[in-house]
C-alpha cells in the first residue's frame, strides 16, 4: 500500500514510530499485545457488539506515551496527555486527555480492557476523554468495573461522566435490551494530597504511591480543594515516575528516589521567560492571577527538571506535556536540545529523552 493510500491517522502513527530511532535512549517499539493483525483477526470472529478479547498478555513493564501535547490546545497529529504503564500485558491509564481513546487503539493497547485510571490533575487537557471513555467501554459491553482515582474532585468528574452517558444507556436498554447499569461500572476514587509519598493503590503487579505535585500555588490551594499529584509506580522491574503538571517539587525529588524513569513535564524556557514578561504586563493592566502567570509559575524549566532529577538520583529522564510541543507533519518544528541542553546544565548527568506520541519505553 503506497503512503498515499494510508489514512492520516495512520501517518501519524507510522511517524511515530520512526521517530524513536533519532531519539536517545531507551525507546523501543517492543510489542505491548498481541499485535494489530491478530487483534483484528479476533475481532471478526466475536459476536457483533462485543467487547474485543482480551490480547495475550507480554511480560515485563513498558510506558506508552499515548499523547505528549503540553496544554489544552488541540493539535492534528498528537494527542494531549495521556500515558499507559502496561504490566504483563495489563494497562493503567495516567491522565485521559483528548485524543487518549484513538492512542489506545493506535498503540495496540485498546480500551475495553483497561480497567485502572489515575488523574494527576482535573485540568481538562488531562481529563476530556474520560466521558468518552467510559461511554464507549460500556457500549461495547465491559463487565469487568473501572476505577478511577485523582485528587479532590475525582469522584464528582466521574458521576458527570455517568450522566452524560445516561441518555445513551437509557435508549441503548430499552432499544438492545441492555441490561448493566453503567453505575454498576464506574467509580471514582479521591486521592488524598500529601508531602510524603503514600500508597494509593497495589495489586499483585505494581504498587502506586502518590505526593502532592508544585501545579497550584499557595495563593490558589487557600481558596480551593483541588489538588494535582505525582505518581510512582514500582514493579517487580522498574520504577516509573509521572509527575504530571508541576513546578520544582521536593515532595517529587522525595517521590523519584532512585527511579529508573523520571517521566516529567518540561516548559523550553523562552516559553517561561516570555510568560513572565506577559505575567507582569497582565499585573500592570490590574490583572495580578493572568494566564500567563499560571504557566510561567506552575509548569517546569528544563533546569527545574534536571534539579530535581539530579538530587533524586533517577536513572533515565523523559520530557512530556511539551511547552512549545507543536510539530509539524513529518518532524519536529522545535528543537530537540531546547529541553535536553537546559536538563543536563542542571546537573543530571544521566539519558534524556523528549517523548513522542506512541512512543514505547
Avoid at 115 to 134: G, M
Avoid at 204 to 211: F, H, I
Amino acid at each position: 500500500m503506497s503512503d498515499t493510500e494510508l489514512s492520516s491517522a495512520e501517518r501519524a502513527r507510522r511517524r511515530a514510530l520512526a521517530s524513536l530511532a533519532r531519539l536517545a535512549g531507551a525507546a523501543a517499539t517492543l510489542p505491548l499485545v498481541a499485535g494489530l493483525a491478530s487483534s483484528t483477526a479476533s475481532a471478526q470472529t466475536r459476536a457483533p457488539g462485543g467487547p474485543p478479547p482480551r490480547p495475550a498478555p507480554q511480560p515485563g513493564t513498558r510506558v506508552v506515551m499515548l499523547g505528549t501535547h503540553g496544554g489544552p490546545g488541540i493539535e492534528r497529529d498528537r494527542a494531549q496527555t495521556s500515558s499507559a504503564v502496561v504490566v504483563d500485558g495489563v494497562p493503567y491509564l495516567v491522565d485521559c486527555g483528548y485524543g487518549s481513546l484513538r492512542q489506545l487503539v493506535l498503540s495496540t493497547i485498546g480500551y475495553q480492557q483497561l480497567d485502572t485510571v489515575l488523574f494527576t490533575h482535573l485540568h481538562d487537557d488531562h481529563t476530556s476523554d474520560l466521558p468518552a471513555l467510559l461511554s464507549l467501554q460500556w457500549t461495547g459491553g465491559k463487565k469487568m468495573p473501572t476505577a478511577v482515582y485523582g485528587p479532590s474532585g475525582t469522584a464528582r468528574l466521574v458521576e458527570a461522566a455517568l450522566d452524560f452517558l445516561r441518555v445513551n444507556a437509557e435508549i441503548r436498554t430499552v432499544d438492545e435490551g441492555r441490561t448493566v447499569d453503567p453505575a454498576t461500572l464506574f467509580h471514582g476514587h479521591d486521592i488524598p494530597a500529601t508531602a510524603a509519598p503514600t500508597r494509593v493503590l497495589a495489586d499483585d503487579r505494581v504498587t502506586v504511591t502518590a505526593v502532592e505535585s508544585a501545579h497550584y500555588p499557595p495563593r490558589s490551594t487557600d481558596k480551593m480543594s483541588h489538588r494535582a499529584l505525582s505518581y510512582r509506580f514500582d514493579t517487580k522491574e522498574r520504577s516509573v515516575v509521572f509527575t504530571g503538571d508541576t513546578a520544582y517539587s521536593e515532595n517529587i525529588v522525595g517521590l523519584a528516589k532512585g527511579a529508573d524513569l523520571f517521566i516529567c513535564e518540561v516548559m523550553a524556557q523562552s516559553v517561561y521567560d516570555s510568560n513572565i514578561a506577559r505575567a507582569k504586563e497582565a499585573e500592570t493592566a490590574g490583572n495580578p492571577v493572568s494566564i500567563a502567570r499560571h504557566v510561567a509559575e506552575t509548569h517546569s524549566t528544563p533546569a527545574d527538571v534536571g534539579k530535581m532529577a539530579a538530587k533524586a538520583k533517577v536513572r533515565t529522564v523523559v520530557l512530556y506535556h511539551l511547552l512549545p510541543g507543536p510539530r509539524q507533519p513529518g518532524g519536529l518544528d522545535y528543537a530537540v536540545t531546547n529541553f535536553t541542553d537546559g536538563v543536563r546544565a542542571a546537573g543530571f548527568a544521566g539519558e534524556v529523552i523528549v517523548s513522542q506520541d506512541l512512543m514505547v519505553l
